[in-house]
């Protein structure tokens, strides 16, 4: 039945421009291809990251992810250095949606041939800045010439115990949904580092931005959902947490219903909103990039794992709960009133985000 | 010592621009960044794969390889599936050269937006047949917008027996230089690629554009050679000989003399560089993208290692030996003369190759 949904998605694609089908489609449509896997997969196309087995102990987790100068990051607001460091985080944030920890990353630059060295050498540091906080050695890469743009992959290893790591599928009706931290606040630093004359207390604008430009992976909240045992789905914030949503009710084969009301928001990101006249919702929901963690828990297990995110200092907000399938991927936007979250979200091909 | 010299070059090439320092010196300057590593790093950055520990008997072999179109591949002459199956090749040669297996591959795709998604299709499907022909799973991958170029990303995980892996480092005076299969057969089928109206007979046309568009992994080989025990350096030809004469040296800490008249040519590349005045040897020495493998070896081991690939039916030649460090890297161009070989080969950032 679902093999028969596909087939149709499928021919419908193949007459489709890229720009119309939208990087998630593509990524869907291409993994279609994929043969019956090795034996030592024990997790291909689909998730934060692959999974493989390794030892009996450990199991490797197995990530990859491009940045592309003037889609991702604009030097016109971020020092080489930033830029480094978060093509870095970016892909240590898979790793910890998994519940790992990162290990050893190789990085291929693509590289317009008049671009002066000190960029580049400013994009290692900050990479090697990354790899130090996280205990990751860069091992090796490549280096290439693109005449037109700076792109950086980031291809990176992790490992976590055999059978303890986290996917996006397991979700289950009447779990609870909870985030990490606050959201939306990667989206605000973004809107400051748009709009430099933004009239905002530089203190305070100088936080969002940071956000945005320096973000932090969530590696010990995901070591401590791994290690509970009690997290049924999971996955990083950098989509915005619709299409997050959107893709664990798709793996686990559920709806659910997120509460507006009760998504966090830092006060300076409802100020900043609030000042310039757009809605922080939407930051939290389609902005994406906070690299925060999304997790799903039965109501029974929840009091436990709080506490315990609560000793590590890691802040966690309920945010909704996971429902049966025919009931949609719903937002309350206030008590009693529902309407469809659409998975809209941060999508590098859609025409209108040149 | 090596030391000071290396702070000396670091100072020279922050002044300069990245299209004068060239790749190799890139990843060289940057690489100095590296702090000491992790202890399950066995090999980190300077040699063909990272290889790290994974469990008691095996060690992993980890390696990437941009590709971006109008640089490495065009569509003028390559099919979308020649360009996904080459892309995997690249990646695998990597791990040969190494000695390992390859087993886990994730790829990132940049796409401009208004590219036909029949393109991606058919770079997926070759990839794929490189998979299965190599035993690989691809296991993930990231697609995002890249306006003006495709480039395709490979990062490649292998393994090999602990103990068992093959560097450029291990080379001795007296060492015997040997390479599998032909070169400059690449670089042959290239200049067809490119002069499509060059008056050679088409059925030999074929067999050379085949070898650069549809390049083999010397995956076999690499093995034959780990589990020797006997081979004290190997690399693979991606880069043209010269170049890879000038890895293995410099990481050996060695000299070389290569036999120009030994270095293997198969009749119909030797028979097009006369038809078109060009000069085979070159293609041998700087052509690059081969895929073939260089190594070196006692004297006295060489007879059992020639025998075992005759056995594999791998073809091998012995193309000159390694010396001393003050002999410096020659060519003997007849029997009694000699010239300096120069490592200029293959260099992606060099202003005269866009």
Same mark, same amino acid.
């Given at each position: 039945?679902?093999?028969?949904?596909?087939?149709?998605?499928?021919?419908?694609? $193949?007459?489709?421009?890229?720009?119309?089908?939208?990087?998630?489609?593509?990524?869907?449509?291409?993994?279609? %291809?994929?043969?019956?896997?090795?034996? +030592?997969?024990?997790?291909?196309?689909?998730?934060?990251?692959?999974?493989?087995?390794?030892?009996?102990?450990? @199991?490797?987790?197995?990530?990859?992810?491009?940045?592309?100068?003037?889609?991702?990051?604009?030097?016109?607001?971020?020092?080489?250095?930033?830029?480094?460091?978060?093509? !870095?985080?970016?892909?240590?944030?898979?790793?910890?949606?998994?519940?790992? @920890?990162?290990?050893?990353?190789?990085?291929?630059?693509?590289?317009?041939?008049?671009?002066?060295?000190?960029?580049?050498?400013?994009?290692?540091?900050?990479? *090697?800045?990354?790899?130090?906080?996280?205990?990751? $050695?860069?091992?090796? #890469?490549?280096?290439?010439?693109?005449?037109?743009? !700076?792109?950086?992959?980031?291809?990176?290893?992790?490992?976590?115990?055999? #059978? *303890?790591?986290?996917?996006?599928?397991?979700?289950?009706?009447?779990?609870?949904?909870?985030?990490?931290?606050?959201?939306?606040?990667?989206?605000?630093?973004?809107?400051?580092? *748009?709009?430099?004359?933004?009239?905002?207390?530089?203190?305070?604008?100088?936080?969002?931005?940071?956000?945005?430009?320096?973000?932090?992976?969530?590696? *010990?909240?995901?070591?401590?959902?791994?290690?509970?045992?009690?997290?049924?789905?999971?996955?990083?914030?950098? +989509?915005?947490?619709?299409?997050?949503?959107?893709?664990?009710?798709?793996?686990?084969?559920?709806?659910?219903?997120? %509460?507006?009301?009760?998504?966090?928001?830092?006060?300076?990101?409802?100020?900043?909103?609030?000042?310039?006249?757009? +809605?922080? !919702?939407? @930051?939290?929901?389609? #902005?994406?990039? $906070?690299?925060?963690?999304?997790?799903?828990?039965?109501? %029974?297990?929840?009091?436990?794992?709080?506490?315990?995110?609560?000793?590590?200092?890691?802040?966690?907000?309920?945010?909704?709960?996971?429902?049966?399938?025919?009931? #949609?991927?719903?937002?309350?936007?206030?008590?009693?009133?529902?309407?469809? !979250?659409?998975?809209?979200?941060? $999508?590098?091909?859609?025409?209108?985000?040149?």
């Amino acid at each position: 039945m679902i093999l028969e949904r596909q087939e149709e998605e499928r021919s419908r694609i $193949d007459f489709l421009e890229l720009s119309e089908v939208g990087e998630f489609g593509l990524i869907e449509m291409l993994s279609r %291809r994929v043969p019956p896997g090795r034996p +030592d997969v024990v997790k291909g196309i689909g998730d934060d990251a692959a999974v493989l087995r390794a030892s009996g102990e450990t @199991w490797l987790l197995f990530t990859t992810d491009m940045l592309v100068e003037g889609v991702h990051f604009s030097f016109s607001y971020a020092a080489p250095r930033q830029v480094g460091k978060k093509a !870095l985080v970016a892909s240590i944030s898979d790793i910890a949606a998994m519940g790992g @920890w990162p290990a050893h990353a190789l990085v291929s630059l693509g590289v317009p041939p008049h671009m002066p060295v000190e960029v580049l050498d400013g994009i290692y540091a900050g990479m *090697q800045e990354a790899a130090a906080d996280y205990g990751i $050695d860069i091992v090796g #890469g490549d280096t290439v010439r693109l005449p037109e743009r !700076l792109a950086v992959n980031v291809a990176l290893l992790g490992a976590v115990e055999a #059978g *303890q790591a986290l996917y996006r599928s397991g979700a289950k009706p009447g779990d609870l949904v909870f985030v990490t931290g606050f959201l939306g606040t990667s989206a605000a630093g973004l809107y400051l580092c *748009q709009h430099p004359g933004a009239a905002f207390p530089e203190e305070e604008a100088g936080f969002l931005r940071s956000f945005h430009l320096e973000p932090r992976a969530r590696v *010990q909240a995901g070591r401590i959902l791994a290690g509970s045992g009690k997290v049924t789905a999971a996955d990083d914030v950098s +989509d915005g947490l619709a299409g997050e949503m959107h893709e664990i009710c798709r793996a686990s084969g559920t709806g659910c219903l997120i %509460r507006g009301e009760a998504i966090p928001l830092d006060a300076r990101v409802r100020k900043l909103a609030g000042l310039v006249g757009e +809605d922080p !919702l939407a @930051w939290a929901l389609y #902005g994406g990039e $906070d690299f925060e963690l999304v997790f799903t828990v039965p109501a %029974r297990d929840a009091p436990v794992l709080e506490r315990a995110l609560a000793a590590a200092n890691v802040p966690c907000c309920l945010v909704g709960e996971i429902l049966p399938p025919e009931k #949609g991927i719903c937002l309350e936007t206030k008590p009693g009133e529902k309407i469809p !979250l659409p998975r809209k979200s941060f $999508d590098h091909f859609r025409a209108d985000e040149d």
